[in-house]
Each structure stands twice: as C-alpha cells, then as structure tokens.
C-alpha cells in the first residue's frame, strides 16, 4: 500500500512551478508609533480607615458604594464602659484638687508657725529645738504641696486620655469620596492592641482614576510623561477611553525573569463607566513619523526559498513548496528585473506593522517581496 501511494504521489505531483512573489511597493506615510501595556484601574487616592481603640462596635451608619463628605460619621463604638472610666478620671482629679487645698492651707500653718517661732527666738522665748521643728513642718507641707500638684497633674491628663478615647469611639470619614469596602459589623468586637484594625476603604473622586500599567522594558525608554494614549476594558467592547501619561516609575519590577516598570496613567472617569480593579490595554502614542519610508515587517522576516534536494514522499521527487525561513533579518528581498536581490538597510522605529527605513540602497517605488507562490507552469499565472 505504501509502494501505491508513493507511485501515486509521483504519478500526480506535477514537478515543475512557476514560482509567484508576493511584493509590496515601498512607500513613504505618517507612521504613529506605540508602546501597549496591560494593567489595572485604581482610585487616585485611597484611604484606609481603621479604628484606634478596642471595643464593641455599637452601629455602622454607610455601606459600599455610599457617598461620604469629610467628617460623617462612618460606624460608632459602645460607650459605656469609657463614660464610667471618665466619670472615674474625673472624680480623682476632684479629689486631687481638694488635696491641693489642703496642702496650701497646711503649708499656710506652717510658715506662719516658723514665722512665729523665729519671732519668739529673737526675745530668748524660744529654743534652737522649737525653731528646726517648726522649720521641718514647713518643709513636710512644701512637699505636699508639690505632690498635690502632681496629683493633679496626673488627674487632669487621665481625663483628657479618657475623653479623647471617647472621642475616638465615633468614626469619621477623613475625606469626601465614596465607600468601597466595608469591612465591619454592628456588634464586632474589634482589638487594636497589636495593629489598627481596618473598618473601612474610602476613594476620593472616581471622576478622575488612575491606569498603572506594567509597560516592558523595551518600551521604557520611548514613554514620557504627558503622552496621550487609548486603552480599552472588557466590560466595555468597542468602546475606547482616553488617557495621559503620569509619570514612569525608576524601579523595575521583575517577575518570572521580565522586567516591567509600572507606568501611571490619569483617566477621565466623568461618565462614570470605569470601576477600581479592571483590566485595560493601553496603547501609548510615543511619537510619529511624518512621511517616514517604511517596509512592511513581513518584508523583513521574509527569506526566499532554497532549492531543495528534489526529493519528496519516500525518496521520489517532489514538487512540493520549499520551507521558508522566518527569521528576523535588517534587509529586504526586492524584486528587480524579475529576480529577487538582497538589499541590507539601517532600520528605525516600527508601529508593529511597518518599519521605518533609514537607510539602504532602495528608493520610493521599489517592489520588496513579502511571500512566495506558486502557480502550475502553463497556466499562465
């Protein structure tokens, strides 16, 4: 059977092709060169909000989604056990105070006894004895004086703590924006004793997002900030939204061994389409050519056939199409005179589907070969 089909294949499988070259005629147009990236929408400004104290969560007043103005109230902690400790820190710094009173009035007595003493000493009334006691008395009722002092010091800063953790069992919203997490509940227990629980996520103005992209090395060195640039979303097919360049970052990003530095672009957000999180292809405009002469890339990969051994299916010849090499090359096949020639050439920028040529022994006009065909001989083709 083997034998059949190899008889056949040469029965059949005509030998001699005309050999058909697909051209393109080089030409000079604008050429607009990019640079595509793949990131993710963000809110230009996020904050987290968290609490400071532990406790038990009282009420939860918004939700995802609800707009918030600077100062609303977001969620509010149980009270009760700070306004028995404040009613506490209160009353001892009441009772600090009448201390300091009495101490006044006891260092009171007792300068007016020293003074009395020294009085009574000056008219021999009074011993060397009298004197030191009455002066230690003085010196006892200054040191409590000043201790009373402190006591009230102490007091006084134990209630401002206490009311400023009062304070901070009312959550507010430290800008105007919108919620996007909300991560608590009314009667959560929160503990903040180790790290600042997080309560809930706030964006600033979705109006106006960011676009941070992971752009390639390669790329880095054509984008600069304030380039325009397009990308496009899946929850939106067709539709394209405009964007600007922010700025590139200076440290790279390496993963799986490919370098990308993320590169920020400002969205317009005014219609509201766009939500944190989805995906988008930017393509970036980082410069245009004008009237630039440019070959298409499938000239430049293009290498003409070599002429094979002849043989074919088994070891008999074979018609057949020669393999064509796809190999990246700077020169270009151009047909002249009927006979695909080589020509090297100094390339510059491509768009992804023509490049740029700089230099080289060809002009406007000339036919470069992108492909090979072939047509039966005698069939006119």
């Not at 059949?12 to 147009?29: A, G, I, M, N, Y």
Request: cysteine-free; hydrophobic content about 40%.
């Amino acid at each position: 059977m083997v034998l059949v089909l190899a008889a056949l294949a040469w029965w059949f499988w005509p030998e001699d092709k005309t050999v058909h070259w697909q051209t393109h005629v080089l030409d000079r147009s604008d050429m607009v060169l990019t640079a595509t990236a793949t990131g993710n929408l963000q809110p230009k400004s996020e904050v987290t909000v968290g609490a400071e104290i532990s406790g038990l969560v009282r009420e939860v007043l918004v939700r995802e989604n609800d707009h918030v103005k600077k100062g609303d109230v977001l969620a509010r902690f149980d009270t009760d056990e700070l306004r028995v400790a404040l009613e506490q820190a209160e009353a001892r710094l009441a009772l600090a105070q009448a201390s300091v009173a009495e101490a006044e009035a006891t260092m009171e007595e007792a300068s007016v006894d020293e003074r009395r003493i020294a009085s009574l000493m000056a008219r021999n009334l009074a011993s060397a004895a009298e004197r030191d006691r009455a002066a230690a008395s003085r010196k006892r009722a200054a040191a409590k004086l000043t201790y009373a002092h402190a006591a009230v010091q102490e007091a006084r800063a134990a209630v401002s703590q206490t009311r400023t953790r009062l304070g901070k069992t009312v959550i507010t919203a430290p800008i105007t924006g919108v919620v996007l997490v909300r991560s608590v509940e009314p009667g959560t227990t929160v503990a903040a004793s180790f790290q600042t629980p997080h309560l809930f996520l706030l964006a600033e103005d979705l109006s106006e997002m960011e676009l941070h992209v992971a752009l390639d090395e390669a790329d880095v060195g054509m984008v600069k900030a304030g380039q325009t640039a397009v990308f496009v979303v899946d929850a939106w097919p067709g539709r394209q939204f405009q964007a600007e360049v922010l700025s590139v970052y200076l440290y790279p990003t390496t993963e799986n061994n490919v370098v990308t530095y993320t590169t920020v672009l400002s969205v317009d957000n005014s219609e509201g389409l766009l939500q944190p999180g989805m995906t988008a292809t930017a393509t970036i405009t980082t410069g245009v050519r004008q009237q630039a002469l440019r070959v298409p890339n499938t000239a430049l990969r293009f290498t003409p056939p070599t002429p094979g051994s002849g043989n074919g299916v088994l070891g008999l010849p074979s018609g057949r199409r020669p393999r064509q090499d796809n190999g990246s090359s700077n020169a270009v096949w151009v047909l002249r005179d009927g006979q695909p020639q080589r020509v090297p050439l100094r390339l510059g920028s491509s768009d992804g589907r023509y490049t740029e040529v700089l230099g080289g022994e060809i002009s406007e006009g000339e036919e470069v070969i992108t492909g090979v065909g072939h047509a039966a001989a005698g069939s006119g083709s």
